[in-house]
């Protein structure tokens, strides 16, 4: 009886992604400049909280943004008028970015001016969370119309996130929302994930995010 050699093969298929990763980590942390990566379902209000964001961080840091989408400059466009510095990355089909795409990017955009740099990444809640863009830190934001329950459906993107904003508190009462369950769910998955419940229209909450986030980019550019 013939016998057959079998070999397990047990690096993961993103192995390669995850060192470029950590080498752009290493290399932002040389220049001083802060990535976050921005992720949520269409609709959510990634650009709009993000237009929020500059507004309150733009005295205190050098903003660069990166919006990635299929197709389009909508979002460039609606940063790029806050006055902060920003580039439109075009994914050709792909519903997510990586280490190596996300450099590009950074280099696209340019980073000698830059203190602060965000990914706003394509709007989907599977294939960004699986890769590693190389960012110093995650956030998502969950809109109240998606409802409380998505942290038990795309666990994967709750488990990477470092915090949670979520988003259009002031329609909660429309809604079969409960935050306390969506806290719960969300710490089910991810037990360190700060959660902050903002709404970008009317500023609620905001001043927690600024908070966060001001902590964050000054711990690592110190």
């Known amino acids: 009886m013939n016998h057959v050699k079998v070999l397990e093969i047990k690096q993961s298929v993103f192995a390669n992604n995850d060192k470029q990763a950590d080498e752009l980590r290493d290399l932002l942390k040389q220049k001083h400049v802060f990535l976050l990566n921005l992720m949520s379902s269409p609709g959510s209000g990634k650009t709009t909280t993000l237009r929020q964001t500059i ?28 006055g902060a510095k920003a580039i439109q990355l075009h994914t050709g089909g792909m519903c997510h970015l990586d280490a190596a795409m996300t450099r590009q990017g950074l280099e696209g955009l340019g980073t000698d001016d830059v203190d602060l740099a965000i990914l706003e990444n394509v709007g989907n809640l599977v294939c960004p969370a699986e890769f590693d863009t190389g960012a110093v830190k995650n956030a998502m934001i969950l809109s109240v119309p998606e409802g409380h329950d998505k942290p038990l459906k795309y666990p994967l993107m709750f488990s990477v996130c470092d915090v949670v904003l979520i988003n259009k508190i002031d329609v909660m009462p429309y809604f079969d929302f409960d935050l306390e369950k969506c806290k719960e769910y969300i710490h089910m998955r991810n037990p360190k994930a700060k959660v902050i419940p903002i709404c970008a229209k009317t500023g609620e909450g905001m001043d927690a995010w600024k908070e966060w986030l001001t902590k964050e980019v000054k711990e690592w550019r110190a």
């Open 55 to 82: 507004a309150l961080l733009k005295d205190e840091f050098k903003i660069g943004v990166m919006e990635a989408d299929i197709d389009s400059d909508v979002d460039a466009a609606a940063i790029a008028a806050t």
